[in-house]
């Protein structure tokens, strides 16, 4: 009886395995495809991505590539894109950390109102803003920099931002900051010390959010800047569109490149940025 | 947590370091010399056919006028994104000081503001005589010309006259019927008649098949009318012809420009619609399509016959200024960029048609040749739907016709669903 149980235990759990690669063969598959498909129409002609998209190139066409750093000048754009949505992220983090922190362990007069007012931000749409944020930037006379970008996307962030981290530290157990006040740790200390290192998988979740949304941004991109020294890549791929025509297998080529970086350093960080975004979730 | 905090720091100093990331400081230094200098944000640029011909003119213009005028293009690649720039910068009234203006009746309702500068003086001398007078008249609102009337275009029928050799076509059919029998032989040939699309955000090669028809059934004004005239549904009725029976490829319902532009390019298809910018495209991607191409009126419909659909693409414009020296240089670099030598040098190099008088040289392209002679033997021009229409019902019209091909809609209903649009 016991070998016919074990006999079963084995088959279900061959069966689970059977199971488990299937469902991972196609989710890999699902994510891996469109990929190959991009790297694959990078190569193509247009017309032959027009009639047959999913067949191999004829003669791979390796003068896309050269296009594509050619005309939209790649390189720059790649540093202003990291340098931009590096610092907007940095930013929003201290300022919705200290805004979370406040509204969610903290009370004092119109705390609820003053938060809705933050969180209503959340509704609404950033095409609504052009005018106020064109003209604000103008008249701080930052119009056509970095810091256009980095301040615009850093507000447009805040309150969703906030809506995370607020959301998170509430939930931290407040045994932890009495403790420390009875240690005598200050206002500033509970922050930094206490609360801010708990958080960190909330800050992982709102700094990703934060840093791709400024990493693709476009409008914005485009309203608030003209000289291409300091555009981004968003704006360096839509080189290859214009008002009739678009160049499609270069577009893919410039795509393919501006992924390259990211892709290595995640193959040569990916230890550390996996133990960076699980370590916090095990202390709380 | 701290190296978090270092590198960020690190960053913010670099940013702030930086020289070049800091507001274009060498621009007003030009200004403090006495140079003038004037922005101009432009989609010419990248991949745009004109890209080329407007920054050769653009070096020689700031050559010509060294220590006096500089104009510094502003590259915008995207052209939907670059109207939203244009219109955000004149609702906060800060307008360029040079920019492509948008001949649509949005973009037209600046010119009741003092944003715009005004070129009716210049227009009132010899200046004029530069260009096609009609598109002035559209470029003038209640007395004022606040926009340079710039690139036009006219979408006729391409047709590859070798595809219809093959099926014993001697000549484009000059009516309906005759082009539905021409049909029949293509197809007898293995050869798809015509190229329709029910995708991308208008429908462009089967919109502009409507605007044509719609021209034949009620001549120049036939767009005028609302859409509740009987006229629309009869023009949906011949439309819907061109996508029975085999007139059309299988993936023209939901397909775009790519499929429509894509099958006549294969040769899969031989007959086509489109503007002159698709003329370098045609060139280099399908030359023997290329030389086989010849243009012509749509097949008479109705009542009228050998019209065109033809438009204002873009305009040139400037911001008003009070300073007598920016407006004479901003003047003197639409006069540069109107000079018929000029133009004529975009219009070889781009295969742009321009609303400026100037003849082709020898060596122009042949096809770009054919859009001149169906202009100037076009009966009458009128715009296409999407000159008429606000762009929701444009955006629907895509919607509309794939349903009404589909038999889900009869021509009727496909009408009611522009009409709910509007």
Redesign the interface.
Same mark, same amino acid.
């Given at each position: 009886m016991s070998i016919v149980r074990t006999n079963d235990q084995g088959k279900a759990q061959v069966l689970g395995n059977i199971a488990k690669w299937i469902v991972l063969i196609f989710f890999f598959t699902f994510t891996f495809i469109p990929l190959l498909w991009l790297l694959i129409s990078s190569f193509k002609t247009n017309l032959e991505l027009q009639l047959k998209p999913f067949a191999m190139p004829k003669i791979w066409q390796f003068t896309n590539y050269a296009n594509a750093v050619k005309i939209s000048g790649l390189p720059r754009l790649f540093l202003n894109s990291i340098m931009i949505s590096t610092v907007s992220t940095g930013l929003t983090m201290i300022v919705t950390s200290m805004a979370g922190f406040v509204f969610s362990r903290e009370r004092f007069p119109f705390r609820q109102g003053l938060l809705n007012l933050i969180l209503a931000g959340v509704l609404v749409p950033i095409i609504a803003l052009m005018a106020p944020y064109f003209r604000l930037t103008n008249a701080l006379g930052i119009y056509d920099s970095i810091w256009a970008l980095i301040f615009t996307y850093t507000a447009i962030n805040i309150p969703i931002s906030t809506f995370l981290l607020y959301g998170f530290m509430r939930t931290l157990p407040r045994e932890l900051e009495e403790a420390a006040i009875m240690d005598g740790t200050g206002f500033v200390g509970r922050y930094w010390r206490i609360i801010l290192p708990l958080t960190k998988p909330g800050m992982v979740t709102a700094g990703t959010f934060v840093f791709l949304f400024s990493w693709n941004e476009f409008i914005y991109a485009m309203l608030l800047t003209s000289r291409p020294a300091v555009r981004t890549l968003q704006l360096g791929i839509r080189f290859f569109t214009s008002q009739f025509f678009t160049d499609y297998t270069s577009m893919f080529a410039a795509i393919v490149l501006t992924m390259l970086p990211t892709i290595i350093i995640y193959i040569v960080l990916h230890e550390q940025i996996i133990k960076g975004m699980t370590s916090g979730a095990l202390k709380g | 947590?701290k190296s978090?905090v270092r590198g960020?720091a690190l960053?913010?100093i670099?940013?702030i370091a930086v020289p070049?990331?800091? /507001?274009?400081g060498s621009d007003a230094a030009m200004e403090e010399t006495g140079e003038i200098v004037l922005?101009f944000?432009t989609?010419w640029?990248? @991949?745009?056919?004109k890209?080329g011909p407007i920054a050769t003119l653009l070096e020689t213009f700031n050559n010509e006028n060294t220590g006096e005028i500089k104009v510094l293009l502003?590259? /915008?690649?995207?052209?939907d994104?670059?109207r939203?720039?244009i219109n955000? @910068?004149l609702?906060?009234g800060?307008a360029p000081d040079i920019f492509v203006f948008n001949p649509d009746p949005t973009t037209f309702q600046y010119y009741d503001s003092d944003i715009l500068m005004d070129f009716t003086d210049e227009f009132s001398g010899s200046w004029r005589g530069n260009f096609v007078e009609s598109y002035v008249v559209d470029s003038t609102k209640n007395g004022a010309t606040k926009s340079v009337p710039f690139e036009i275009a006219i979408t006729p029928i391409w047709y590859n006259a070798d595809l219809f050799k093959k099926a014993g076509i001697s000549e484009f059919p000059a009516t309906m019927d005759e082009f539905l029998a021409a049909a029949d032989k293509l197809k007898a040939n293995g050869i798809v008649p015509t190229s329709q699309m029910t995708g991308g955000s208008n429908a462009w090669t089967s919109m502009l098949w409507y605007s044509h028809i719609m021209g034949s059934l009620g001549g120049p004004d036939a767009m005028k009318k609302p859409l509740t005239d009987p006229i629309y549904a009869e023009a949906a009725t011949v439309l819907k012809k061109l996508y029975s029976d085999g007139n059309t490829t299988r993936d023209a319902v939901g397909g775009d420009a790519?499929?429509s532009?894509?099958?006549y390019?294969?040769a899969d298809t031989a007959v086509f619609i /489109?503007?002159p910018?698709?003329i370098g495209?045609i060139r280099g991607?399908?030359p023997e399509v290329h030389a086989a191409t010849m243009l012509s009126s749509a097949p008479k419909v109705g009542e009228y016959e050998g019209n065109q659909v033809g438009f204002m693409?873009s305009n040139l414009a400037a911001a008003n200024t009070d300073d007598p020296r920016r407006r004479a240089a901003v003047v003197k670099f639409m006069k540069f960029i109107t000079e018929p030598d000029n133009v004529k040098f975009i219009s070889e190099s781009a295969g742009s048609l321009f609303a400026i008088k100037y003849e082709l040289g020898a060596d122009a392209d042949p096809l770009q040749r054919e859009f001149v002679r169906v202009s100037s033997e076009a009966t009458f021009v009128t715009g296409g739907l999407h000159n008429y229409f606000p762009v929701s019902v444009i955006q629907e019209f895509g919607q509309a016709l794939a349903a009404l091909v589909l038999d889900e809609a009869t021509p009727e209903e496909f009408v009611q669903m522009l009409i709910d649009a509007q």
């Amino acid at each position: 009886m016991s070998i016919v149980r074990t006999n079963d235990q084995g088959k279900a759990q061959v069966l689970g395995n059977i199971a488990k690669w299937i469902v991972l063969i196609f989710f890999f598959t699902f994510t891996f495809i469109p990929l190959l498909w991009l790297l694959i129409s990078s190569f193509k002609t247009n017309l032959e991505l027009q009639l047959k998209p999913f067949a191999m190139p004829k003669i791979w066409q390796f003068t896309n590539y050269a296009n594509a750093v050619k005309i939209s000048g790649l390189p720059r754009l790649f540093l202003n894109s990291i340098m931009i949505s590096t610092v907007s992220t940095g930013l929003t983090m201290i300022v919705t950390s200290m805004a979370g922190f406040v509204f969610s362990r903290e009370r004092f007069p119109f705390r609820q109102g003053l938060l809705n007012l933050i969180l209503a931000g959340v509704l609404v749409p950033i095409i609504a803003l052009m005018a106020p944020y064109f003209r604000l930037t103008n008249a701080l006379g930052i119009y056509d920099s970095i810091w256009a970008l980095i301040f615009t996307y850093t507000a447009i962030n805040i309150p969703i931002s906030t809506f995370l981290l607020y959301g998170f530290m509430r939930t931290l157990p407040r045994e932890l900051e009495e403790a420390a006040i009875m240690d005598g740790t200050g206002f500033v200390g509970r922050y930094w010390r206490i609360i801010l290192p708990l958080t960190k998988p909330g800050m992982v979740t709102a700094g990703t959010f934060v840093f791709l949304f400024s990493w693709n941004e476009f409008i914005y991109a485009m309203l608030l800047t003209s000289r291409p020294a300091v555009r981004t890549l968003q704006l360096g791929i839509r080189f290859f569109t214009s008002q009739f025509f678009t160049d499609y297998t270069s577009m893919f080529a410039a795509i393919v490149l501006t992924m390259l970086p990211t892709i290595i350093i995640y193959i040569v960080l990916h230890e550390q940025i996996i133990k960076g975004m699980t370590s916090g979730a095990l202390k709380g | 947590m701290k190296s978090i905090v270092r590198g960020l720091a690190l960053l913010l100093i670099i940013a702030i370091a930086v020289p070049v990331f800091a /507001n274009g400081g060498s621009d007003a230094a030009m200004e403090e010399t006495g140079e003038i200098v004037l922005s101009f944000p432009t989609f010419w640029v990248g @991949q745009d056919s004109k890209s080329g011909p407007i920054a050769t003119l653009l070096e020689t213009f700031n050559n010509e006028n060294t220590g006096e005028i500089k104009v510094l293009l502003e590259p /915008n690649p995207d052209t939907d994104g670059y109207r939203d720039k244009i219109n955000t @910068q004149l609702s906060s009234g800060r307008a360029p000081d040079i920019f492509v203006f948008n001949p649509d009746p949005t973009t037209f309702q600046y010119y009741d503001s003092d944003i715009l500068m005004d070129f009716t003086d210049e227009f009132s001398g010899s200046w004029r005589g530069n260009f096609v007078e009609s598109y002035v008249v559209d470029s003038t609102k209640n007395g004022a010309t606040k926009s340079v009337p710039f690139e036009i275009a006219i979408t006729p029928i391409w047709y590859n006259a070798d595809l219809f050799k093959k099926a014993g076509i001697s000549e484009f059919p000059a009516t309906m019927d005759e082009f539905l029998a021409a049909a029949d032989k293509l197809k007898a040939n293995g050869i798809v008649p015509t190229s329709q699309m029910t995708g991308g955000s208008n429908a462009w090669t089967s919109m502009l098949w409507y605007s044509h028809i719609m021209g034949s059934l009620g001549g120049p004004d036939a767009m005028k009318k609302p859409l509740t005239d009987p006229i629309y549904a009869e023009a949906a009725t011949v439309l819907k012809k061109l996508y029975s029976d085999g007139n059309t490829t299988r993936d023209a319902v939901g397909g775009d420009a790519g499929v429509s532009g894509g099958h006549y390019m294969a040769a899969d298809t031989a007959v086509f619609i /489109n503007g002159p910018w698709y003329i370098g495209r045609i060139r280099g991607d399908a030359p023997e399509v290329h030389a086989a191409t010849m243009l012509s009126s749509a097949p008479k419909v109705g009542e009228y016959e050998g019209n065109q659909v033809g438009f204002m693409l873009s305009n040139l414009a400037a911001a008003n200024t009070d300073d007598p020296r920016r407006r004479a240089a901003v003047v003197k670099f639409m006069k540069f960029i109107t000079e018929p030598d000029n133009v004529k040098f975009i219009s070889e190099s781009a295969g742009s048609l321009f609303a400026i008088k100037y003849e082709l040289g020898a060596d122009a392209d042949p096809l770009q040749r054919e859009f001149v002679r169906v202009s100037s033997e076009a009966t009458f021009v009128t715009g296409g739907l999407h000159n008429y229409f606000p762009v929701s019902v444009i955006q629907e019209f895509g919607q509309a016709l794939a349903a009404l091909v589909l038999d889900e809609a009869t021509p009727e209903e496909f009408v009611q669903m522009l009409i709910d649009a509007q």
